[in-house]
């Protein structure tokens, strides 16, 4: 079992940036796959990002491409997403998302087995 915990979430004015960090306990999180997924009001979940166990693999969608920033420490258990210019849709519920990869790659339709609570992201206008 993992168990992840979010952090970070906030109210940022249109064009501000957000530092989401994701904590990590149970099993050894460097054999883990890291994802970041967003819910919208009225929305499905979505993919935002994923980064593999090595930390040499990252993908994004494509809304997010060029400003944010998926990087982990795995000396520290975390995986962090680096928000900036951010917009008033990526209003979200950030969660973090982690499943057991050997893989040196990642891909958005990779299954993930373990979830975190998820963070309120709230960008103004």
């Known amino acids: 079992q993992v168990q992840l915990v979010e952090f970070g979430g906030g109210l940022v004015q249109a064009g501000g940036s957000l530092r989401l960090s994701c904590a990590a306990s149970?099993?050894?999180?460097?054999?883990?796959?890291m994802g970041w997924f967003r819910q919208a009001p009225g929305k499905e979940r979505e993919f935002v990002a994923a980064i593999s166990w090595t930390g040499s693999s990252t993908i994004y969608i494509d809304s997010v491409k060029g400003r944010f920033t998926i990087s982990r420490t795995n000396a520290k258990n975390t995986v962090y997403l680096q928000m900036n210019s951010l917009k008033p849709e990526d209003t979200a519920i950030y969660y973090c998302?982690?499943?057991?990869?050997?893989?040196?790659?990642?891909?958005?339709?990779?299954?993930?087995?373990?979830w975190g609570q998820g963070t309120q992201v709230t960008v103004s206008s």
């Open positions: 998302a982690a499943r057991y990869s050997s893989s040196a790659y990642v891909s958005t339709h990779d299954i993930y087995a373990y």
């Open positions: 149970g099993r050894t999180f460097s054999t883990y796959a």
